[in-house]
């Protein structure tokens, strides 16, 4: 009986020992092989244009003031660190910190510039280069599932003093102990027999990464045997230097939101809005005190108990010998020193990021852009993003007063004629809101911004239609073979008669173009529609050339992008490069140019566009933007449901949609809703009046503004048109002196 005990416990003992050293390799494998090749996720990250200053620079002080303010800037009288500005008057100071662009590390450099009338006249720059760049603005970023965010750093990124209070504060015997403190699980034990339970740990900074990296936050016996465990092996696997490195990314400071803030390289972004090594030591020590606590410590909630808790670990630090007790007692003195607070409510633009994305999915796993942290750099502008937002949501507040615009919503797309560059979006009424993006989503009928398709279709027959081509608008009716009847009629219920095709295009006539559209035939007026750059599905029916298509707000930018850069059709992009964290050009996305139209013919379509905003139904923006060209269409669709206008600038374009979820009617015309909240935007930001100057087979005549019968200037009636060249009236009507007398006599009295 003996023999067959003394068996079984040997048995039992070789069944121990066995999956002792089978745990014991199984948690070395794990350490080995995934700690020094450790791949965080880590977020891409999302910047905004970045402000480029030269002398000649249309820039205002308050523009200025504004992005620095957007950037983190500290606004102080001595100008010594990055992050840091000064204004006196005209007078600028900026020391721009360095930074990763998608062409070059930029180092940092201080710059003075001289603002005066809402120009650069100066520019000066250590680089003594004419063009120098602010950091761009971060407007967001592509995260991982589990929402946590990072920037990566090695420990020569890392302030010597910021370690040393690090490891005074949280481990004494970080360079002395293999990975647990003996002291530590002594004085923890003590501690839980007198509480009668398992209250307290001992964790060494190593003990604190593996629970991190590798275990959950539970509290037991076995969790914590576990992570003694691999706290030893890590010892044996790593370095000092590269635990401390992995415990400095590794660890959890903030809460941003959804957005979980870890690693010292992104805490000193978020609460400091500077660089690792650019923080003071004061700043430095409340990073620290964050270890202990982030939500806790908070320095926006809780600053008088993050201030307590900064001054303990200055002490700590000073006890422990690792700082000279005169730098602590200064560090002291100051504040917190916290950037303007930066939490789940700061402002984002989730539209935008929208846009982005979706762009992005054509070249990147969802997966890489959440891990491998991408610098994404955007065309986004961020003032006239501010601009777009606050027009779209005052004109909404200002509405809701109704009954029938009680529940407005609206979007708006904001592009450069030339390059296609989208530089702002708003999705709604609610800026903040990551949901249903109406600039890009939201399909509705677009009514007379088709018109200039149609128009454009004739145009292009320069043979047979020019400007001054008389058109009926009379009513108009359209039968069809099943025996169905189509008769549009005017927005002001009245028959116009014959009116010069301009005129038809300029006043927004729909009898007239449901005839000319009638006249040129759907398939071509389709044509037309597809090389502007509409690639949804636009039903083959009469009624699309008054605009019976449903289409996003994005969906009519793309066309009169077209129309604005002169006939070149160029794909809205959001993107300009994506590039790694070593500062490589993943993928670089140039403007794609295509010539879609004769220049000739979209100059003398833009010139009846420009005739809109004179005389038409947008001759409200004669005193909304007054001397300041454009051209633009409005938009109105059946019951006032919805209202659009889409214009440009020589620098700007923008459409501007407002109307209903539910479809119901809104009470406003495209003149009346989103010409206002287009006209707002401009006002502020379009800097370049529409010049529209003619190509070389381009010639103006005087013709009669009722016949389009050749004229001369000075005559009744007279107005000067574009004509391609050969298409100009043949005959020409002479008037006499008298009538030009007359014609005096009556501006005069005018």
């Not at 003594?128 to 946590?148: A, D, M």
Request: charged share 20%.
């Amino acid at each position: 009986m003996r023999h067959k005990y003394l068996n079984k416990r040997r048995s039992a003992l070789l069944i121990f020992v066995i999956a002792a050293v089978s745990t014991l390799l199984y948690l070395d494998s794990i350490v080995n092989n995934t700690f020094k090749d450790k791949q965080w996720s880590v977020a891409s990250t999302v910047y905004a244009r970045p402000l480029e200053i030269y002398e000649g620079l249309p820039l205002t002080l308050a523009d200025l003031r504004e992005e620095m303010t957007m950037l983190g800037y500290q606004f102080v009288k001595d100008v010594n660190h990055p992050g840091e500005a000064f204004i006196n008057q005209n007078q600028v100071t900026i020391y721009i910190p360095e930074f990763q662009f998608s062409d070059e590390l930029a180092a940092a450099q201080k710059i003075q510039l001289t603002l005066n009338n809402g120009v650069v006249s100066t520019l000066e720059s250590q680089n003594n280069k004419p063009l120098v760049r602010l950091q761009p603005l971060v407007i967001g970023g592509i995260y991982p599932s589990h929402n946590e965010d990072r920037i990566l750093v090695q420990l020569d990124d890392v302030p010597v003093s910021l370690q040393k209070m690090l490891v005074g504060v949280e481990d004494k015997d970080f360079y002395n102990h293999y990975g647990i403190s003996l002291r530590g699980i002594a004085r923890a034990m003590v501690e839980n027999i007198k509480n009668g339970g398992f209250s307290q740990g001992a964790s060494t900074l190593t003990q604190q990464l593996i629970k991190n990296y590798y275990l959950t936050p539970e509290r037991t016996l076995i969790r914590k045997a576990q992570e003694a465990l691999m706290a030893i092996l890590l010892e044996l696997h790593a370095s000092k230097g590269e635990i401390l490195e992995g415990y400095m990314n590794e660890i959890y400071l903030g809460q941003d939101g959804p957005r979980a803030i870890h690693g010292f390289g992104l805490a000193s972004q978020y609460y400091f809005k500077k660089n690792l090594m650019d923080l003071s030591l004061s700043q430095q020590a409340l990073l620290v005190a964050l270890v202990r606590g982030a939500s806790y410590y908070n320095p926006w909630r809780n600053p008088e108990r993050a201030l307590k808790r900064r001054n303990l670990v200055l002490d700590i630090a000073v006890k422990e010998n690792y700082l000279d007790a005169d730098l602590a007692e200064s560090a002291k003195q100051t504040p917190l020193g916290v950037s303007t607070r930066s939490n789940g409510k700061s402002k984002r633009y989730p539209a935008y990021l929208d846009l982005v994305r979706r762009q992005l999915q054509n070249d990147y796993k969802p997966e890489d852009l959440s891990s491998d942290g991408l610098s994404i750099f955007t065309h986004f502008n961020p003032l006239i993003q501010e601009t777009a937002e606050s027009s779209l949501v005052k004109m909404i507040a200002k509405q809701k007063k109704s009954d029938a615009s009680a529940n407005l919503q609206g979007a708006v797309i904001v592009t450069q004629p030339n390059t296609g560059a989208v530089t702002a979006i708003v999705g709604g009424s609610d800026t903040q809101y990551a949901g249903f993006n109406r600039a890009i989503d939201a399909r509705r009928q677009i009514g007379s911004l088709m018109k200039p398709a149609v128009y454009l279709t004739a145009l292009e027959k320069s043979e047979q239609y020019t400007l001054a081509s008389s058109v009926s608008d009379a009513a108009y009716e359209q039968k069809f073979a099943n025996g169905d009847t189509w008769a549009p009629k005017n927005y002001d219920l009245k028959d116009h008669g014959d009116v010069l095709l301009y005129k038809a295009l300029a006043h927004s006539y729909n009898q007239a173009t449901a005839r000319l559209g009638n006249e040129l035939g759907l398939d071509n007026i389709l044509s037309t529609i597809k090389q502007l750059g509409v690639e949804s599905d636009v039903p083959a029916v009469p009624a699309i050339t008054l605009g019976a298509a449903e289409l996003s707000p994005l969906d009519v930018a793309q066309m009169y992008q077209t129309i604005s850069s002169g006939g070149f059709y160029t794909p809205l992009l959001a993107i300009s490069a994506v590039v790694n964290p070593s500062g490589e050009v993943l993928t670089s996305y140039p403007i794609d140019i295509q010539k879609r139209f004769d220049s000739s013919t979209i100059y003398v379509l833009r010139h009846a566009l420009q005739a809109v905003t004179h005389e038409g139904s947008a001759k409200a923006l004669q005193w909304l933007l007054p001397d300041f060209a454009v051209a633009g269409k409005t938009g109105t669709t059946n019951d006032l449901r919805d209202s659009w206008f889409a214009g440009f600038s020589d620098d700007m374009q923008a459409v501007v949609w407002l109307g209903r979820d539910d479809n119901k009617t809104t009470g406003l015309t495209g003149s009346s809703g989103a010409l206002r909240v287009w006209a707002d935007i401009f006002k502020a930001r379009a800097e370049q009046p529409l010049q529209n100057l003619p190509p070389k087979n381009v010639s103006i005549s005087w013709v009669d503004s009722e016949t389009g019968v050749g004229s001369q200037e000075g005559c009744g009636n007279a107005i000067p048109l574009p004509f391609v060249n050969g298409s100009e009236p043949k005959e020409e009507i002479r008037c006499s002196t008298t009538d030009k007398v007359i014609d005096w006599f009556r501006n005069l009295a005018d």
